[in-house]
C-alpha cells in the first residue's frame, strides 16, 4: 500500500508497478478531495461561515499530509476515520463551545452583512408610484399575466417571471381586438372576461402574484391600478442602520444584542448574530424563571439514572438469581429477552399507548378492577413513576443476561468455605455474592448510569417530558423532562424561537457534568492503568 | 432484597441439602415458579398486546379486546395492515426503505472505517499512537446528541453546495444523516475490534511480512479472514442501532418522504394515537418484527463466532 514501504522490500517486477499504479491513485485521491475541500470551505466561508471553512480547509490539510508525508503511513490505515471524526466529533464540540457565546437563534440566523442582503429582497408596493391601469389574461394552466398601460399610453406585457414585453395596440376594431385594441388572445394567454376576472380577483390572490421580470416585479394595487414593487430595506453605511422605505424609520444596528433597533425601540425584522460573551451562562445561572425549572430538571436527570439503573439492576439479578438451575431457564430467558431486543422506540411507544388516559389497556382495566387509575399523565410524580416503570421493562433483561454470566464466574468453592465458617444465606448474599457481582459488573453500572443520564428517546418519546411545569413556557418545560430532552427543547421545539445559542451554554454545562462521571468512571475501573497497559 | 437474597440461598440449599422437609421444598418452588409467571406476563403482555391490536379489525384503542372481536374472515384480520400499507398519507415503505438505506449504508462505511483503523492501531507501532487511542475513547464518550446544534447548523451550512452524484448531504438529506452517524464510528467501535486484533499472533503478519507481502496484503488475506467474527458483531451492532437511531434522525430529516421508520411512525403516533393505533400496531408489528429475529438468531451465531474466532487466534 504505501510506495515508501514497498521500496524497501525485494522489488518484484509486478510490486513496482502496481506501487506505482497505488501511489498515482492515492495522488488523484488526496487531489480531489483536497479541490473539493477548499471549494467547500470557499463557499460556506462567503457565507460568513468562517469557523467551519477554517475547519474544512484544517481537515483538508491534515488529510494531506498524513497521505503525502511518508513517515506518517500508519494513519493512512485510518484518515477517512479520522477526518470524519475531526469533521462530525470535534469540530461539533468545539463549535458547540463558540455558539454557546452568541446570540445565534431564530432571528440572529446570519452575519450582519448577510442579514442585509437578505432584507433588502423583500419588496413592497408603493400607493403613490402606481402607474399602470391592468387588463388581465390567463391560460389553460392557471397562470395569469397582465396587460398594462402607463398614463402616457405606452403598453406593456407581463406574464410572470418574464421580462416585460412591448406591445401595441391595434385600434382597428375588428376581431380578434376588442374596441380598446387588446387582442383576444396573446402569447398563449386569452383575455379574461369581466366576471372571470371579478372570479380571479377573489379566489386566486392576484395581490400577491409577481408579474413581469423577477428582479423588478409589478404587482396589483387595486382593481384598476398595477405599480412596480420597490426595495422595502435599504442599508444606509453612514449610520450603520436599516430604512424602512415604507415608513421612513430607521433601524440602528445594535451589535450588543444583533439587532437593528428603531428610535420606538422595535426590531426590524432580521437581527444578526453576534457575540454577547457569557450572557447565556449568566442566564443559566441568574434567571429565575430559567435556574429553578433548569434545578427541578438536574434533580430529576440525576435521580432517574440513579433509579433506573437500581432498579433494572435489581430485578435482572433477582430474575437471573430465581432462573439459576429452573427447568426451562433457557427458554424463558429467551422469552424475557425480547423487550431488548425490539427497537426502543416502537417499545416506548407501545407502552405509551398502553398508559393512555383515553382508553389506554392499562389505565382503563385498572380503572375497571379498582375504579381509579394513577394519573400518569397529569401527576408529576405518577408520570415519574410511570418513566421508571417502563425503563424497568426496557433495562432489566440486559442485566439478567449480565448477571446471569457474572454469577456463574463466582466460584462455587467460595460459598462453601462460608456455608462451614457458619455464613447463614442473608451474609452469604450480602457479603459474598453482591461484593463479587458489583465488582464485575460495576463498571457496566456505571455506564448504564451515564446512558440513562442522557437519556432522550424515553423521555421524549413517552410524555414528551410532560406534564409541563406551572409557569414555564416557551419552550415549555415538563416534570419529566431531563437536561437533554431540556436542551433539545430550547433548540429545536416547534413552539418556542430556537435558541441555538442558550441551547448550546446548557450541553456545555452537560458536557461538564458528564465529563465529571467518566473521569469518576475511569478512577472507579482503572481504565486509565488498563489503557496504559494495553495500547 | 432481602427477601430475594433468602430464596435464593434456600433454594440453593434445598438442591444441596435433602435433608430439608419435603413440603418447604416445595412450597419453595412454587413460590418461585409464581415470581417468574409474574415477571414473564410483566415482559411479554406489551408484546401480546401489540399484535392483538395489529390484528383487531376495529383499530381504536378504546374497543379493543384481548382476542379480536367481529372476525369473520382473514380479511378482516388484516385490516390495519390494509390501512396502514395503502394510506398516501403513511409512505410506510418508503419509511422502511429509507431506513434499510441509511443502516446499510452506515454499517458497510463504518465497518471498513473500523476494521482499517483498528488494524493500524494492533499493528503499527508510531508516534502518537497512544494519545490517539485515548482522545477516541474520550471523544465516545460525549453523546454526539450533545452537539445536535451544531451538527444540525453544520449540514444548514454546507447543505447548498455538497451534492456529489446526485446524493445531497445537507440537512434533510440521508447523506448527511449517514455521515453525521460517521462521525462516531471511529470512536465507538475501534477499541472493540483492536482488542481482537490483537488476539491474532502478530507471527502471521512477520512470516508473511518476510516473504514479500505488502501490509494490504498481510491485512486483506490474512488477517482479515480471522477477524470476521468481531466484524460480524460490529456490524450488527451497527446496522441494529442505526435502523433504531431515533433522535438525530427526527432533527436531521424534515420531510415525511424522508424520514426513517422510527421518525415516521413517532410522527405517526403524535397525530392520532388512539384513533390509529391499530394502525401503528400493524406498523409496529412489521417494523420489530425483522429486528427482534435477527437479534435472536444472530445473537447465537455471533456468541459462537466469537468463541471459534478466540480458539482460532
Known amino acids: 500500500m504505501a510506495a515508501a514501504q514497498a521500496k524497501q522490500r525485494a522489488p518484484s517486477p509486478t510490486g513496482i508497478s502496481l506501487s506505482v499504479v497505488a501511489y498515482s491513485l492515492r495522488l488523484l485521491a488526496i487531489g480531489i478531495v483536497s479541490v473539493f475541500s477548499f471549494w467547500l470551505a470557499v463557499q460556506v466561508g462567503r457565507d460568513g461561515n468562517l469557523f467551519l471553512a477554517f475547519a474544512l480547509v484544517l481537515i483538508a490539510v491534515g488529510v494531506g499530509a498524513i497521505n503525502l508525508i511518508p513517515g506518517l503511513w500508519p494513519l493512512r490505515w485510518m484518515s477517512p476515520g479520522l477526518a470524519l471524526m475531526a469533521l462530525l466529533a470535534i469540530y461539533p464540540l468545539i463549535y458547540t463551545v463558540y455558539i454557546a457565546f452568541t446570540n445565534y437563534s431564530d432571528g440572529h440566523l446570519y452575519t450582519k452583512e448577510r442579514a442585509v442582503q437578505l432584507m433588502s429582497n423583500a419588496q413592497y408596493l408603493p400607493a403613490e408610484s402606481v402607474s399602470y391601469s391592468w387588463e388581465l389574461y390567463g391560460n389553460d394552466e392557471g397562470t395569469f399575466a397582465l396587460w398594462l398601460t402607463t398614463e402616457e399610453g405606452a403598453t406593456f406585457f407581463a406574464a410572470p417571471g418574464q421580462p416585460l414585453a412591448t406591445v401595441t395596440l391595434n385600434q382597428s376594431g375588428e376581431a380578434p381586438y376588442d374596441k380598446d385594441g387588446l387582442p383576444a ?64 424609520v430607521i433601524y ?50 440525576i435521580a432517574f439514572a440513579f433509579f433506573s439503573v437500581l432498579t433494572a439492576f435489581s430485578l435482572g439479578l433477582f430474575m437471573a438469581l430465581m432462573l439459576d438451575k429452573f427447568p426451562g431457564a433457557r427458554f424463558i430467558k429467551s422469552l424475557l429477552i425480547i423487550p431488548y431486543a425490539v427497537p426502543g422506540m ?34 408529576p410524580g405518577w408520570a415519574k413513576v410511570a418513566v421508571l416503570l417502563v425503563n424497568l421493562w426496557l433495562a432489566f433483561p440486559y442485566f439478567m443476561l449480565i448477571c446471569t454470566g457474572a454469577l456463574q464466574s ?17 451474609q452469604r448474599f450480602w457479603s459474598l455474592t453482591l461484593p463479587l457481582l458489583l465488582v464485575a459488573v460495576g463498571p457496566l453500572l456505571i455506564a448504564s448510569f451515564t446512558y440513562n443520564f442522557n437519556n432522550f428517546l424515553l423521555i421524549e418519546a413517552l410524555f414528551g417530558g410532560g406534564p409541563p411545569m406551572v409557569g414555564t413556557s416557551a419552550p415549555p418545560v415538563g416534570h419529566t423532562d431531563n437536561l437533554i430532552s431540556y436542551t433539545y427543547r430550547y433548540a429545536f421545539s416547534s413552539g418556542g424561537s430556537r435558541e441555538y445559542g442558550f441551547a448550546s451554554a446548557i450541553a456545555i454545562v452537560i458536557f461538564f457534568m458528564v465529563g465529571g462521571l467518566t473521569l469518576f468512571q475511569f478512577r472507579f475501573t482503572k481504565r486509565w492503568e488498563e489503557v496504559g497497559d494495553n495500547v | 432484597m432481602s427477601s430475594m437474597a433468602q430464596t435464593r440461598s434456600q433454594v440453593a440449599q434445598s438442591v444441596r441439602r435433602s435433608s430439608r422437609p419435603d413440603i418447604i421444598r416445595r412450597i419453595l418452588f412454587a413460590l418461585r415458579t409464581l415470581v417468574i409467571l409474574l415477571v414473564l406476563a410483566f415482559t411479554l403482555f406489551p408484546v401480546v398486546w401489540i399484535i392483538s391490536a ?39 415503505w ?65 447543505g ?88 438525530l434522525a427526527r432533527i436531521l430529516l424534515t420531510d415525511r418522504d424522508n424520514w426513517t421508520l422510527m421518525v415516521g411512525l413517532y410522527n405517526f403516533v403524535s397525530a392520532k394515537f388512539t384513533d390509529d393505533w391499530g394502525v401503528f400496531a400493524a406498523g409496529s408489528l412489521i417494523a420489530a418484527t425483522p429486528v427482534v429475529m435477527l437479534y435472536m438468531v444472530l445473537q447465537k451465531y455471533i456468541v459462537g463466532g466469537l468463541t471459534q474466532g478466540a480458539v482460532k487466534g
Open chain 2, 54 to 92: 395489529s390484528f383487531n379489525p376495529t383499530g381504536s384503542m378504546t374497543s379493543q379486546t384481548l382476542i379480536p372481536q367481529n372476525v369473520h374472515s382473514i380479511s378482516d384480520l388484516l385490516v390495519n395492515f390494509d390501512k396502514l400499507l395503502n394510506n398516501p398519507q403513511v409512505p410506510f
Open chain 1, 346 to 379: 416502537i417499545s416506548i411507544l407501545i407502552w405509551r399507548g398502553m398508559l393512555n388516559p383515553n382508553g389506554g389497556v392499562i389505565t382503563s382495566s385498572l380503572n375497571g378492577l379498582l375504579g381509579w387509575a394513577p394519573p400518569w399523565h397529569t401527576d
Open chain 1, 410 to 426: 463466582i466460584s462455587s468453592a467460595i460459598y462453601e468455605a462460608a456455608e462451614v465458617d457458619g455464613a447463614n444465606a442473608w
Open chain 1, 252 to 301: 440602528k444596528a445594535d451589535v450588543s444584542v444583533g439587532e437593528f433597533v428603531a428610535a420606538d425601540g422595535s426590531h426590524a425584522p432580521l437581527g444578526f448574530w453576534v457575540q454577547v460573551g457569557v450572557e447565556n451562562f449568566t442566564r443559566i445561572f441568574t434567571s429565575v424563571s430559567i435556574r429553578e425549572p433548569l434545578l427541578r430538571v438536574f434533580g430529576w436527570t
Open chain 2, 160 to 247: 447548498p453546495y455538497v451534492t456529489i452524484l446526485g446524493v445531497n448531504f445537507g440537512l434533510n438529506s440521508h447523506g448527511g444523516l449517514v455521515l453525521c452517524y460517521l462521525g462516531g464510528a471511529m470512536g465507538v467501535n475501534t477499541w472493540l475490534t483492536k482488542g481482537f486484533f490483537d488476539t491474532i499472533p502478530r507471527d502471521i503478519d512477520e512470516s508473511a511480512e518476510v516473504d514479500g507481502a505488502t501490509h494490504w496484503q498481510t491485512f486483506w488475506y490474512l488477517v482479515f479472514p480471522l477477524v470476521r467474527p468481531i466484524l460480524a458483531v460490529v456490524a450488527l451492532l451497527s446496522f441494529v442501532g442505526t435502523f433504531n437511531e431515533f433522535v
Open chain 1, 185 to 248: 388572445t396573446f402569447n398563449g394567454f386569452r383575455q379574461l372576461s369581466g366576471k372571470e376576472r371579478l372570479q380571479a380577483m377573489r379566489d386566486a390572490n392576484l395581490q400577491t402574484i409577481q408579474f413581469g421580470d423577477p428582479a423588478n416585479p409589478i404587482g396589483i394595487t387595486s382593481r384598476s391600478s398595477a405599480g412596480n414593487y420597490q426595495q422595502k430595506w435599504v442599508y444606509d453605511a453612514e449610520q450603520d442602520a436599516v430604512v424602512d422605505k415604507e415608513t421612513n
Open chain 2, 94 to 158: 418508503r419509511w422502511i426503505s429509507n431506513s434499510a438505506v441509511v443502516a446499510v449504508t452506515n454499517t458497510i462505511l463504518s465497518l471498513a472505517i473500523t476494521a482499517l483503523s483498528a488494524y493500524a492501531f494492533s499493528r503499527f507501532r508510531f508516534r502518537g499512537r497512544r494519545s490517539l487511542l485515548v482522545t477516541i475513547l474520550l471523544i465516545q464518550v460525549f453523546p454526539n446528541l450533545l452537539a445536535m446544534v451544531a451538527l444540525y447548523l453544520m449540514l444548514l451550512q454546507i
